[in-house]
Structure formats: C-alpha cells, structure tokens
C-alpha cells in the first residue's frame, strides 16, 4: 500500500525555471492538499482539491498552480522559481467524512 | 481567525522519563479537530494522535496521550516514558473549520531524548 507519493524527493532549479511537483494517491481519498515548510515553520497551506475539477487557494498561492483531473493525482506547478520559494513541499490527502490527512514523504527544493 | 500556537521551540527529557509538549489553540467554531504529527530528522510526517472538539474523553493511543482541556483551549501532547527514537520535531495542528479538512499548523516543538 503506497499511500501518497511525491516525486521528486530532492530538486535544485534556477531562478525563473519552472517545474512540476507530482504527487499520486492510492487510497480513494477525495481531498488533496500541497504545503510548504519552511526552515524552522510548521507547514503552511498552498492549494487544495476536495475532488477531481475542484481546486482552491490556501494560505500561500502565489508564483504555484495545480490541476486535478483525476482522483489519485494532485500536481503542484511552480512557474518562474524564485529563491523564497525553496522549501519543503508535502502533499497530503484525507477522505471527507474523516480529518486524518495522510502526508507524502516531502520534496525539498532549492532555488537559487 | 483559527491560530495553534506551540511556545517551546525546543525541550530536552532523560530516556524513560515522559515529557508534555503544549499546544494551545483559537477558533469560534464549536466542531474542530486537533492532531499530534513527529517530523523525525528524515522529515516524513508521521500522524500520533487525534482530539475531537466533542470526544468526551481524552485521547490515547499507546505512549501517546492527548490532555485536552477545552475550557482553557489547550491540547498538550504527553510522551510517557520517553525512547530515544522519540527525538524529532513534534507538530500540533488543527483542523480549520469547514467542511475541507484543511490543516493549520503551529510552528512546532524540537525534542531531544537524552540517554
């Protein structure tokens, strides 16, 4: 049993390249969700998806952008890197009718 | 707005011994979630615990046990009788009200087992 699954686990971009953050899920869960830690924080949200064509802003949803056309996958698309936003990234989802967000293993990406 | 706020950045306790880590919390809405997560140095998210805002009693899960005090709006995590495996970074969060599920986290509590 996977669970939730990010690819990369490690990436170094430079400033004003763009990439992909993909995560997949196993678990039939209907809600997605991307954050970000950075050095010393607790997690802070980036979007979320409560089902495949439903996405929405968290916290933090400048300079990314996410899609979800399916319910397993939840991609996380960073256009034009700039250096803050080197971080952790975590995708996790949940099933509606229980809170318990199971978390992916984390990207750590540095822009410089 | 909803906030979890953790006030000890970091704590040390002797192997065996059990240790509290705080957490308080603000919110309006009546029907929330408070969760326990350890961040090891490998930096995976690993889920402890689990506290409904209507649970009648405290939490438990092994080692783990959940001091929920709703009057005072505080949800301490206690580690009893502490391993070393324990060390790692121990994050409280909350669920926002609302039907998503969205998390919000505090900024966490670095914990350090000594032998």
């Known amino acids: 049993n996977a669970g939730v699954t990010q690819t990369p686990k490690f990436r170094i971009l430079k400033i004003g390249q763009s990439m992909t953050l993909q995560c997949t899920q196993d678990?039939?869960?209907?809600?997605m969700y991307w954050y970000r830690q950075d050095p010393g924080m607790g997690l802070k949200l980036i979007y979320y998806?409560?089902?495949?064509?439903?996405?929405d802003k968290g916290e933090v949803p400048n300079g990314y952008n996410v899609s979800r056309s399916t319910t397993e996958d939840f991609p996380l698309r960073l256009e034009l890197a700039a250096p803050s936003q080197t971080s952790v990234y975590f995708c996790?989802?949940?099933?509606?009718?229980?809170?318990?967000?199971?978390f992916g293993q984390g990207t750590r990406l540095t822009v410089v | 707005a909803q906030k979890i706020t953790q006030t000890q950045p970091g704590m040390f306790v002797q192997e065996k011994e059990a240790v509290t880590l705080d957490c308080t919390y603000d919110t309006s809405d009546p029907s929330y979630g408070l969760f326990w997560y350890k961040q090891p140095s490998s930096g995976e998210m690993i889920f402890l615990i689990y506290?409904?805002?209507?649970?009648?009693q405290n939490a438990t899960e092994g080692r783990y046990s959940l001091n929920f005090q709703k009057a005072r709006k505080s949800a301490n995590l206690v580690i009893s009788a502490s391993q070393l495996g324990d060390s790692a970074m121990y994050f409280c969060?909350?669920?926002?009200?609302?039907?998503?599920?969205?998390?919000?986290f505090g900024t966490g509590t670095l914990l350090a087992v000594q032998p």
């Open positions: 996790a989802s949940s099933l509606g009718d229980f809170p318990l967000a199971f």
């Open positions: 998806s409560v089902g495949a064509g439903i996405t």
């Open positions: 678990m039939n869960h209907n809600y």
């Open positions: 969060a909350m669920r926002e009200a609302g039907a998503t599920n969205k998390l919000i």
């Open positions: 506290q409904g805002s209507y649970d009648q």
